[in-house]
Structures are given as structure tokens and as C-alpha cells.
């Protein structure tokens, strides 16, 4: 992987973990479409190449990812030690995970919980959806801060029990409030000038390995 010089806001590092702030329409490591310009080959020039080799060659130090168009918080292992303790405590729950996200129509409870197993659709192997079949359990719990009722929108706080492929995106549409630019899981809409969807993962909690 070719370390590249890319501005990524770094909002800790120390000889074992890097927490930076994942800029929208970033992808994490390089796949078909995107062999470089990652947030791997920005690290790889941040860390001068010191991360964890358990990811493989293509996603060296990644323990959890973040879609493209999703910005926020996301941690990085620079070793093989802090990258299996991270990952037990992502298998165990204990990681805790709170995301901002703008959806579409107002919601009128002020909190909610939606619990509803996650799988792949079986329409569109691209996609991810409600479904009993093939799935795993999903929670998301969701609580109102702002609706914006001139524009037909609502600004929630999303936090995450389980950690599913695009849980809140699938969840969010699933209850007919889809995340406002989110055109793969809601509608086309050219009212709002923005490309992807309106999420970003605000916190991340855990316990540091060392």
C-alpha cells in the first residue's frame, strides 16, 4: 500500500492506537473501484507504515469501518496485540457507538427503539435489509434533538447495540424515515443539494487495550 499524503484530522494517537475523523466520501481501504486515495494510504503516511497486520496487506490496522459517505470517529490498531483486544471488545458489545444523522419527515417520538434482525436482500445482493432470512439481530435506539419542520426533516441521535452493515441507513428506511442524501435505502430527492447520506459517528467509546 502506497502511503499518501492526505489531510486527515487525528484526534488522538499514541504507540498503540490512532482515533482520527474520517472525512465524508473517504473510503477506508483500497477494493475494486478505489485502489488508492484511502484513509489506509493516509495512514500509512501518518504512522509511517507502523500498523497492524492482521487486516491483510489491503486493511492493515482496521478493526471496524465506516461507509464512504459516512464521516466521524473511527479507531486504528498500529499492532497485532491492541487489534484482537479491540476486536473482542466489538464482539462483546462493549464498544460504544453514537452516530448524528438527518432523516427525512419528522418523527414524532422523541425516542425509540428499533429491533429488527438485518441480512442480505435478497433483490439486491448490493443491499442490506429487514429480513429473517439469513440475518442477525439489529438494535439501534434512537432519540430526537431537533425537527425541522419547515423543511420536513429531523436531526436524531442514533446509538448502536449491534454493529450491522449499514444498520441505521436499513433501519431508518425501515421505519419510512430515511437519512436525508441517502438514494441506495431512500428516494431520489433533488431538494437537498448533498451527495451521500447525512450520517456521522459522533462517539466512540471503549477501553484502551494497553
Known amino acids: 500500500i502506497e502511503a499518501q499524503d492526505i489531510p486527515v484530522e487525528v484526534l488522538y494517537e499514541d504507540n498503540d492506537i490512532i482515533v482520527v475523523n474520517k472525512p465524508k466520501g473517504l473510503v477506508v481501504h483500497p477494493a475494486n473501484g478505489n485502489p488508492d486515495g484511502t484513509l489506509v494510504n493516509a495512514l500509512m503516511k501518518i504512522c509511517k ?19 464512504k459517505d459516512t464521516s ?21 458489545r462493549e464498544v460504544k457507538k ?9 418523527i414524532k417520538e422523541n425516542e425509540a427503539t428499533i429491533n429488527m434482525p438485518i441480512g442480505r436482500s435478497t433483490t439486491d445482493r448490493k443491499k442490506m435489509a429487514v429480513t429473517n432470512k439469513n440475518s442477525r439481530n439489529a438494535v439501534t435506539h434512537i432519540e430526537v434533538l431537533k425537527r425541522f419542520y419547515a423543511s420536513n426533516v429531523t436531526l436524531v441521535k442514533a446509538t448502536l447495540e449491534t454493529g450491522r452493515t449499514h444498520q441505521i441507513r436499513v433501519h431508518m428506511s425501515y421505519i419510512n424515515h430515511p437519512l436525508v442524501g441517502d438514494e441506495v435505502y431512500g428516494k431520489k430527492d433533488g431538494k437537498f443539494k448533498v451527495t451521500g447520506q447525512m450520517l456521522h459517528a459522533k462517539t466512540l467509546g471503549f477501553n484502551h487495550p494497553i
Open 49 to 67: 507504515g507502523t500498523l497492524s497486520g492482521i487486516g491483510g496487506e489491503i486493511r492493515p490496522g482496521i478493526v471496524h469501518r465506516l461507509d
Open 72 to 92: 466521524g470517529v473511527l479507531i486504528v490498531a498500529k499492532n497485532d496485540k491492541v487489534h484482537l483486544a479491540l476486536c473482542e471488545q466489538i464482539k462483546n
Open 98 to 106: 453514537t452516530y448524528l444523522a438527518l432523516t427525512r419527515g419528522i
